[in-house]
DNA sequence: ATTGACTTCCTTACAATGTAAGCCTACTCT
DNA sequence: AGAGTAGGCTTACATTGTAAGGAAGTCAAT
């Protein structure tokens, strides 16, 4: 009996003597298994597996599968590094690149965010410091809703265009002839004038524009204060 | 025998005598469902039902659903208009705004886009009209990649921004109060102030900042050619 | 120490999905 | 007339989310 009570509350010895599962780490292997495999595979048996158990115990943490995404999603909101000192140039470019960061290591959450219209908590927190952050660095509540919109839209938008194209790495030269070839039938002067004098005379990478654009955006931003 | 031969090629007459089956036919009653019961409610099944016809049969015009949905999106391509004319201005602020429209006719068009990567015919051609205009408005090749990248991005942007925020119709405010109201332990001031301040004022459509946005963008593009 | 509530796991079961395989029939072409 | 094909149908299977309920362990109160 004492001996019994050595364990902590929820410790079991039934089939494997597995460390107790929360809702903390269902979350946590969900992210894990979406990034390593990729949103369609993550299912509830998967998942299960994946921590040594049955799929529908995991429902005892997470009321189903939805719930499930909306708190994956969450979570990229926590990892999300918010905009912090006294320069909103340089706090707003920090926060932009954090973004993108953030969803690029987790390709799934673009998608997931998409479908779904309930933020938790971390989501509403990182907008809340974000607004403060605009605020507080010289823009009126009116031109935060604007510049907000306007950065936030940029951002998204921009990791929406890059998992559709696929020139950000080496094989982009090789992609760009491909789509050439075929719609060979077609006539396209213009795109195959930005592929030939562009992607294929070396040295692009689609994932260069983000900063290009970024700069013009935050200069536009810049108007918006006072 | 001659009676016979009286209807087309394909017709039918077996169970009911219906209209024959095309690809065409079968993306446009795809795209019909989508709209209007949304994307999830979207099946094989589902989609032969509405057209008199077992789900099989659709894999004699289709060859899978990811095919399907490719089609489909092209299918919003093709409803997208080109930007014509000579001012880069006028023509570019069209073609936001018509890009604006169809993806929000097609509110499913977005999440497929973003799952899949392989353009279709229309959807090249929309692509290569676009840099044509760009080119013969005044912008250089290099800058004419900078400004798709940077309007596009606004613009799907938005729209992803738009289909998460419920705040574009006459409920902005019970939703914002909602929002708040549901995580009224954490403290969230600039959040509060954001809705009391502008939401709650009334008169706030999140649908208008579209406009605010894109003539910044506008701008900043602008500030591209030569 | 016994009881009863509660947790956390499991098993079983069901409906819905995409789609492979193969059959049937009417039309087209030779 | 006979062959080939196109386009429909039926059947079947694996995979999905999850409802329902059962078993075993833990805890609080008696």
């Known amino acids: 009996m004492a001996e019994r009570n050595r364990m902590p509350n929820r410790a079991r010895r039934s089939p494997a003597d597995r460390a ?11 992210v894990a298994m979406a990034d390593a495999e990729g949103l369609d595979r993550l299912s509830m048996r998967r998942l299960g597996e994946r ?16 719930a499930l995404l909306d708190a994956m999603v969450d979570q990229v909101f926590a990892e999300m590094a918010v905009p912090q000192g006294d320069d909103w140039r340089a706090g707003l470019r ?51 809703g604007h510049a907000y919109a306007l950065l936030d839209a940029y951002v998204m938008g921009f990791l929406l265009q890059e998992q ?19 719609h060979a039938a077609v006539e396209l002067p213009h795109l195959a ?6 992607v294929l005379a070396g040295g692009y990478d689609f994932a260069d ?8 955006v935050l200069d536009a931003v810049g108007g918006l204060r006072t």
Chains 1, 2 share one sequence.
Do not use: C
């Not at 107790?20 to 969900?30: D, G, H, S, Y």
């Not at 921590?51 to 939805?66: D, F, R």
């Not at 020139?167 to 075929?182: C, E, T, Y």
């Not at 004038?193 to 562009?198: L, P």
């Open 20 to 30: 107790p599962l929360t809702r903390e780490a269902v979350v946590e292997a969900a």
């Open 193 to 198: 004038e930005f592929m030939s004098e562009v």
């Open 94 to 144: 920090e926060r932009a690149v954090a973004q993108r960061a953030a969803l690029r290591r987790h390709g799934w959450a673009l998608a997931v965010m998409e479908s779904r219209a309930t933020p938790g908590y971390e989501t509403i927190r990182h907008h809340d410091a974000t607004l403060g952050f605009l605020r507080r660095t010289g823009f009126t509540v009116r031109a935060t």
């Open 51 to 66: 921590l040594g158990v049955e799929a529908m115990s995991l429902y005892h943490h997470v009321p189903n599968k939805t």
């Open 209 to 216: 524009e983000f900063d290009v654009g970024l700069d013009l």
């Open 164 to 182: 559709q194209l696929p020139f950000d790495d080496a094989s982009a030269p090789d992609v760009a002839a491909g789509i050439l070839d075929q």
